[in-house]
């Protein structure tokens, strides 16, 4: 599966893998040390505790890893008459209500922020649309429909 990301979430995702390779691995090696010290591991919470967190330091970097290989890299989009992914769209609603959007990867959306993901109900519809265009998008109340005003 295709990671859709920006330069710098790509950067900060190799920065944290690196981090949890070197810093986090070590800090659960000491961890793990400090508990054995304690003695009999079969009741030693300190141990048990240990261990989980290196059983999610490494799913950690497994995920990461994944993430990193599978990674597609998005830039703003130079193309301003068709939306795709990395567009900033400008879209009226129904009522006239005027919003924003930034078509991201899933691991960027903020939808408060106007970064929503290319696989969201609203971003699926709008890839691929051209200004003038009108979408409907299906939520709970009913059908919104967005018009495309500006695509940058």
Same mark, same amino acid.
């Given at each position: /599966?295709?990671?859709? &990301?920006?330069?710098? @979430? ?9 981090? &949890? ?12 040390? @400090? ?5 009999? &591991?079969?009741? +030693? ?13 490494? /799913? ?7 993430? &990193?290989? +599978? ?7 130079? @193309? ?12 009226? @609603? ?23 993901? +290319? ?34």
């Amino acid at each position: /599966m295709s990671h859709y &990301l920006s330069k710098e @979430r790509y950067e900060a995702i190799q920065r944290e893998l690196e981090e &949890l390779k070197t810093t986090g691995r070590i800090e659960i090696a000491e961890r793990l040390k @400090r508990a054995k010290e304690f003695g009999d &591991l079969s009741e +030693n919470a300190e141990y048990t505790d240990a261990r989980e967190a290196q059983d999610r330091l490494e /799913m950690r970097l497994d995920e990461l890893e994944d993430i &990193l290989k +599978n990674a597609v890299l998005i830039e703003k989009s130079k @193309r301003h008459d068709i939306v795709s992914i990395g567009s900033s769209v400008a879209v009226r @609603r129904d009522g006239g209500e005027e919003r924003v959007f930034t078509i991201v990867g899933s691991s960027e959306a903020d939808p408060v922020n106007g970064r929503i993901s +290319n696989e969201s109900p609203i971003g699926r519809v709008l890839l691929g649309t051209r200004v003038g265009q009108t979408v409907s998008v299906p939520a709970p109340s009913g059908e919104i429909s967005y018009t495309i005003i500006r695509i940058s």
